[in-house]
C-alpha cells in the first residue's frame, strides 16, 4: 500500500510506531530573511514564507511515556529535545512538492535516543544537555554544550500567554500561526553528504495553543547563520498524546 503522504497532523498513525505525551512544548519563532537558510536548502526545496520572510522555530518538547504503540505507558521514558527548524516545500516521492518541517539542528538530552533517533526515524540528533527550569513567574529554557556555555536560553513570561497573539505580531491570530507553523504531519531532514532527504511523520490529538512572549538570551543557530532576532510569538501546549513514526522514508536526490 503506498505511503498516505496527505495525512492530517491529528489523524493516527497507521501500523507499529511511537507513542507519548508532550507534557510542555514552546515554539519560539523567530523571522529571518530567506537567503539565510540558503545552505540548509535542498536541490528542488522551496522556503515556505510568510509576510516576506522564512521562519525558524526553536521547537522545546518534554515528553514523557515514550514507548512503542503496542506497550503500555508505564513502561515508556521521558526526555527533552529541542530543534531549530524552519518550514519548505519539499519533494516527495510520488513527484509532489509538500510544506514541511524541515530540521535544521536536533538535540536531545537523553543518549539512548540520540543513537535509536538516527538509527530508525533518521534525524541525526545531537546529545546535548537541555533543562527546563519552572518558576512562579516564568519559564526558562536553557540548553549547554559539554562545557556548560549557554546555546540557547529563553525566558517565557507565564502572565505573557494568552489566546491572542502579542502586539506588534506578523501574524494576524493565533490561528493563522498555528495553521502556518504546525500545521503539517511530515518532517525532513537534509543529509547532504550522502544526498538524501529523510521524511518522517509525526502526527497528535486536537490541541489548545496559547500564546505569549519571551525574551531570548542566547541563541546559537541564529547567531551562525547572521542573525539575531527577537522571537515574534511564542506558541504553547500541554499534555498532548503524540505519534511517531518508527522509521524514516529516504529519498536520493
Known amino acids: 500500500m503506498p505511503t498516505n503522504y496527505d495525512i492530517s497532523p491529528t489523524e493516527p498513525l497507521p501500523g507499529l510506531h511511537l507513542d507519548g505525551t508532550v507534557t510542555r512544548r514552546f515554539l519560539i519563532s523567530y523571522p529571518v530573511p530567506p537567503e539565510s537558510l540558503d545552505r540548509f536548502l535542498l536541490p528542488g526545496g522551496e522556503l515556505a514564507t510568510h509576510g516576506g520572510v522564512a521562519w525558524v522555530s526553536a521547537c522545546f518538547v518534554n515528553i514523557k511515556n515514550m514507548r512503542l504503540s503496542i506497550a503500555p505507558a508505564e513502561v515508556g521514558i521521558g526526555f527533552n529535545y529541542l530543534i531549530h527548524r524552519t518550514l519548505a516545500y519539499l519533494p516527495y516521492p510520488d513527484g509532489k512538492k509538500r510544506k514541511s518541517v524541515l530540521v535544521l539542528e536536533p538535540n536531545i538530552n ?5 543513537s535509536l533517533g538516527r ?3 533518521g534525524v541525526r540528533f545531537l546529545f546535548t544537555d537541555i533543562k527546563l527550569a519552572k518558576r512562579p513567574e516564568s519559564w526558562t529554557i536553557l540548553m549547554q554544550d559539554a562545557s556548560g556555555m549557554p546555546l540557547f536560553e529563553a525566558e517565557i513570561s507565564r502572565s505573557s ?3 491572542e497573539l502579542p502586539y506588534g505580531s506578523r501574524f494576524s491570530s493565533l490561528e493563522e500561526a498555528d495553521r502556518f507553523l504546525l500545521g503539517v504531519a511530515y518532517g525532513a ?3 547532504q553528504d550522502s544526498g538524501q532527504l529523510r521524511l ?3 502526527t497528535h490529538d486536537p490541541w489548545q495553543a496559547c500564546v505569549g512572549t519571551c525574551i531570548t538570551g542566547r541563541n546559537a543557530f541564529l547567531e551562525g547563520i547572521g542573525q539575531c532576532p527577537e522571537a515574534d510569538h511564542v506558541i504553547t501546549m500541554a499534555q ?7 522509521f524514516g522514508e529516504d529519498i536520493r536526490l
Not at 110 to 114: A, E, N
Not at 240 to 246: D, N, T
Open 110 to 114: 537523553r543518549k539512548l535516543f540520540s
Open 119 to 121: 538509527m530508525t526515524a
Open 161 to 163: 500567554i494568552k489566546p
Open 189 to 191: 531532514e537534509w543529509h
Open 200 to 202: 518522517f511523520a509525526e
Open 240 to 246: 498532548v498524546p503524540h505519534s511517531f513514526a518508527m
